[in-house]
């Protein structure tokens, strides 16, 4: 009993120390998570008889584009937005009123008092730029990040010697780092894949319904299609709000069916054919870990929720003690799994 409730008293602490320690551990679990999806390309380039300092430089090439030309286009298009900001606060009080008048016509009071109240239509379109804004403070410090990615990816062929090396690290304990670190990898390479075409969709529909600034649009769904279950709902935020500042009802409408058509192709067609049968995460644990790991590290942490909660679930399944605890966070009961990896082989 006291050690159940020392081990409670530990835990508390260090989730306090994560959450006050946050500005530092933001920035160096995106380190870690983009350095873990782009090493294998730069492994790759050395297998194929690239030296190292060439593959290094290739890499370093190809994430510098990235931050360039990530941190002028969202540049270019948060001060677009601000400018256009005054014009669609304007729209969206005519498109209030339309609907208004459309409703008294059809001899429905129209609750104008409670709108005025509880709905500024200002707060609306803030926030479309507050989560741009928001986005953009985060690609902003992308430039620390590439620094230190170049350094892991300098470590990776020695990194595992070392770890080898470390006293008390037997082939077991290896097995079981290199699966987390490969479990984390795949899953984050395979939602990368279908977060990008999810956002060029969503771009390309919005382009086809002339709404503004589609290509910032599809970037915000590509980044909060991370975020599980309500991301990509909030990511159709957005677009449709401004859907209905500049055309109206029916063209949002509209706006709003391709977003849950490109999202639920997506998520219920398409990843469940990489995914297979998933990451051994059970669909309540990752609601639960979403809000966790939100509360802990903000934003960022409900991006990455997913690979948090399955390396912890790794650790946890590795402590005989703690075994239990894996058992109930996983999708699946073990002997089913035990069953399906027979019938595999």
């Not at 008294?104 to 109240?117: L, M, S």
Request: net charge neutral.
């Amino acid at each position: 009993m006291r050690s159940t409730i020392f081990y409670m008293a530990c835990l508390v602490v260090v989730i306090a120390g994560l959450k006050a320690a946050s500005a530092i551990m933001v920035p160096m679990l995106l380190t870690i998570f983009i350095a873990i999806i782009t090493a294998p390309g730069y492994l790759a380039l050395q297998k194929r008889g690239i030296p190292a300092f060439l593959a290094l430089i290739i890499m370093v090439l190809l994430m510098g584009v990235f931050v360039f030309f990530g941190i002028e286009f969202f540049a270019k298009s948060l001060k677009g937005f601000s400018s256009n900001i005054p014009a669609y606060q304007a729209s969206l009080n005519d498109q209030l009123g339309h609907i208004w008048a459309m409703l008294e016509a059809r001899g429905f009071e129209a609750p104008k008092d409670f709108v005025a109240e509880y709905i500024n239509p200002q707060q609306a379109i803030s926030f479309m730029g507050g989560l741009a804004t928001a986005l953009s403070g985060t690609l902003a410090k992308t430039l620390l990040i590439f620094i230190v990615v170049i350094f892991i990816l300098l470590e990776t062929t020695t990194l595992p010697k070392k770890i080898k090396s470390i006293e008390g690290v037997d082939d077991e304990a290896w097995k079981r780092l290199s699966r987390t670190v490969e479990d984390v990898r795949k899953y984050l390479s395979l939602k990368t894949l279908m977060s990008l075409l999810t956002g060029i969709l969503v771009a390309i529909w919005l382009s086809f319904m002339g709404v503004d600034y589609p290509v910032l649009l599809g970037v915000i769904a590509f980044m909060l299609n991370y975020v599980p279950s309500i991301g990509s709902i909030i990511a159709s935020i957005p677009g449709v709000l401004l859907a209905f500042v500049q055309f109206g009802v029916g063209p949002a409408s509209i706006v709003m069916i391709g977003y849950i058509v490109v999202n639920i192709g997506v998520s219920n067609l398409i990843e469940p054919r990489f995914f297979g049968k998933g990451f051994g995460v059970s669909p309540l644990i990752i609601i639960f870990s979403m809000i966790f790991w939100g509360w802990v590290f903000g934003p960022v942490g409900m991006l990455l929720s997913v690979p948090l909660t399955m390396t912890v679930k790794v650790a946890l399944e590795a402590n005989p003690r703690t075994h239990w605890v894996a058992i109930l966070m996983g999708q699946e009961p073990e002997e089913d799994l035990h069953d399906e990896k027979d019938k595999n082989q």
